[in-house]
T-cell receptor
């Protein structure tokens, strides 16, 4: 079936560097994409979302890029901090539904 | 008080036990969800409710029985579970419209022994 997947299971970056987490999706009907952050012992927390009529959206220290041609989504975190250490999930849905389908997750580890 | 509250946070149960997980949302949302999160697997959507009506059941075994008495409360009744059902069970809520984010609770860590 259709799937949402992440390229790398783990990513280690130094404090202060920029982080890039990638996500591939296969459903060409997907039109809404969202990134979540999950810290240990907590539920997923919304970071940023993007609709398919956009290719870039910026938040505070985070940027999401969407390339519909190759069905690729990325999350960029600027000046990564120790508090950014967590598992990051991408998720998507189609306009015909509202339940989110999640990818496998990338663990981000920020080292001092 | 957090937007989505789940109880209990941790639960250990035997395979012959009956237990229930509870979820409550204070966000005025219309849709509520149960997700299962196992190690090294994506979050698996189990059930979806919109305006108290079940709109999606992703081939979940009958030993999991959801109940949604109103738009603010969601239960997951558990009966005769298997050890492989041990996981983090996450409840979420949303407006119930396309292109809107879901808000998650902290989850219930379930261990079946």
């Amino acid at each position: 079936g259709e799937s949402v997947g992440l390229h790398l299971p783990t990513l280690s970056v130094q404090e202060g560097d920029n982080s890039i987490i990638n996500c591939a999706y296969s459903n060409s009907a997907s039109d809404y994409f969202i990134w979540y952050k999950q810290e240990s012992g907590k539920g997923p927390q919304f970071i940023i979302d993007i609709r398919s009529n956009m290719d870039k959206r910026q938040g505070q220290r985070v940027t999401v890029l969407l390339n519909k041609t190759v069905k690729h989504l990325s999350l960029q975190i600027a000046a990564t901090q120790p508090g950014d250490s967590a598992v990051y999930f991408c998720a998507e849905n189609e306009n015909s539904g509202y339940a989110l389908n999640f990818g496998k997750g990338t663990s981000l580890l920020v080292t001092p | 008080e957090t937007g989505v509250t789940q109880t209990p946070r941790h639960l250990v149960m035997g395979m012959t036990n009956k237990k229930s997980l509870k979820c409550e949302q204070h966000l005025g949302h219309n849709a509520m969800y149960w997700y299962k999160q196992s190690a090294k697997k994506p979050l698996e959507l189990m059930f979806v409710y919109n305006f108290k009506e079940q709109t999606e059941n992703n081939s979940v075994p009958s030993r999991f029985s959801p109940e949604c008495p109103n738009s603010s409360h969601l239960f997951l009744h558990l009966h005769t579970l298997q050890p492989e059902d041990s996981a983090l069970y996450l409840c979420a809520s949303s407006l119930g419209q396309p292109n809107t984010e879901a808000f998650f609770g902290q989850g219930t860590r379930l261990t079946v022994v």
